[in-house]
């Protein structure tokens, strides 16, 4: 059995989804063979799409982002992953949001054997917007990475320090500086440079750093250096930065809403993401109480386990039988 991963266009700053699928693809059998297939970009996007039809194999996995490949592939043995449709549901309005649900979601959808998302709450969102039947969406969480291990690390009381990662619009970081001002906190901030946010940073004197376009490395090292993470965000397909933040041992603020309660279980305090007044009291309190943070912590060890690579391949890899077999039955 051959599997061709067919992923977008390569981006600098930009590899969230190919991270994911290498993950995966290094726990999958030895015996499954597999190759990657990389759109181009812009208008040369549709002439890959195009060559696609060449590439393929005995099963086909469209990774996410490029929903529209599908037209070009094999129905029968067509695997599409939906990670969210945020931008589908936020940012869009009009002819462009109508435009976007047939050419983006409807119809490629509808030119797959099977769909997976990445969390319920995906699934149930395109169930709502596209009509099509649940049973053709299945659940596989993305894996936790295990290159993030254990840290530990005395948590700064006094002052602590405030992971904020991703530079999306859903993610919240407004409230969060309107939460922390006029208190002892300081900021870590891991996202696309921003100079209206830096004049607000620096008129309230808030303490912070800022990066963007780092390695792996360096965003390792940011975990570390943190006392709690927070990514209590207005929206999110899943939330790999809970999972991050569980395998190196921090505290995890994140939303009462959207997939973060599914994907962080009990390894986090939830907050309102819309109420600036409770994100700081519920920093507050995990400042303040040592108990609650090792229980957390604690919690967010096992939190982990449920998304190993190991079980997450497994799920792929018995859909991709599921779908070579189809395909040899029907020859």
Known sequence: MKVVYFFRPKNDGANSIEGVFDIIKSALPESMLSTDYFCTNEWMRFKSFFKA????????????????????????????TVHDVGRYERDLTGIRKIVKKFVWLYLP??????????????????????????????????????????????????????LQIGGG????????????????????????KDSSLEELLNKLNISYEWHSNISRERVYDCYK????????????GFGVPILEANSVGR???????????????DSALFVNPFDPKQIRK??????????????????????????????????????????????????
């Open 225 to 236: 250096k943190c006392d709690i993470l927070f990514f209590a965000s207005e929206y999110e």
């Open 53 to 80: 039809r060449f590439q393929q194999g005995d099963v086909n996995h469209i990774t996410g982002d490029i929903h529209e490949i599908s037209f070009f592939l094999s129905k029968k043995r067509t695997i599409v």
């Open 282 to 331: 519920n920093l507050d309190i995990l400042s303040s109480d040592a108990q609650l943070r090792e229980e957390l912590i604690g919690n967010g060890l096992k939190n982990i386990k449920r998304y190993s690579r190991q079980l997450i391949a497994s799920s792929y890899f018995k859909l991709y039988q599921e779908i070579y077999s189809s395909k040899l039955a029907t020859k």
């Open 169 to 192: 619009n859903n993610k919240n970081l407004n409230r969060l500086i309107e939460a922390i001002k006029d208190s002892s906190y300081r900021l870590i901030l891991i996202r696309k």
């Open 109 to 162: 959808l509808r030119r797959a054997a099977k769909i997976t998302t990445i969390s319920e709450f995906t699934k149930q969102k395109l169930v709502q917007i596209t009509g099509i039947s649940a049973s053709k969406i299945e659940v596989i969480p993305n894996p936790a990475p295990d290159d993030f291990k254990f840290s530990p690390k005395i948590f700064d009381e006094s002052s602590p320090i405030i």
């Open 251 to 265: 505290c995890v603020l994140t939303s009462n809403i959207s997939s973060m309660p599914s994907v962080a279980g």
